[in-house]
Nanobody, 124 residues
Framework: QLQLVESGGGLVQPGGSLRLSCAVSGFSPESYTMGWFRQAPGKEHEGVSCISSYDGNTYYADSVKGRFTISRDNTKNTVSLQMNNLGPEDTAVYYC?????????????????WGDGTPVTVSS
């Protein structure tokens, strides 16, 4: 019954933008610290961004800081990731995650829920 479903991924040219969305069902996103991880081919899951369930504080990996913005819409039970000025290094499968905690964790193994992912490819 608990489910996270990502959407919005696709092919985009360098310098372009995408907005990823995560639809939450079975629980309210404001009750969990929500976030995004990504996994490039042959690499481990990398924490990209998260938003605290306690105070709404946000976290961004250094590699995306200033380019990505995380937000949540509690009314619609969605979490979004606005990605601007994309580069080839951003190519990965992006996963929406949830953890029953009040602050972020950069360890994918700590996550309580995750979606199937949505692929993002940045190429000319």
């Amino acid at each position: 019954q608990l489910q996270l479903v990502e959407s919005g991924g696709g092919l985009v040219q360098p310098g372009g933008s995408l907005r990823l969305s995560c639809a939450v069902s079975g629980f309210s996103p404001e009750s969990y610290t929500m976030g995004w991880f990504r996994q490039a081919p042959g690499k481990e899951h990398e924490g990209v961004s998260c938003i605290s369930s306690y105070d709404g504080n946000t976290y961004y990996a250094d590699s995306v800081k200033g380019r990505f913005t995380i937000s949540r819409d509690n009314t619609k039970n969605t979490v979004s990731l606005q990605m601007n000025n994309l580069g080839p290094e951003d190519t990965a499968v992006y996963y929406c995650t949830a953890i029953m905690a009040t602050k972020c964790s950069s360890s994918y193994s700590d996550m309580d829920y995750w979606g199937d992912g949505t692929p993002v490819t940045v190429s000319s």
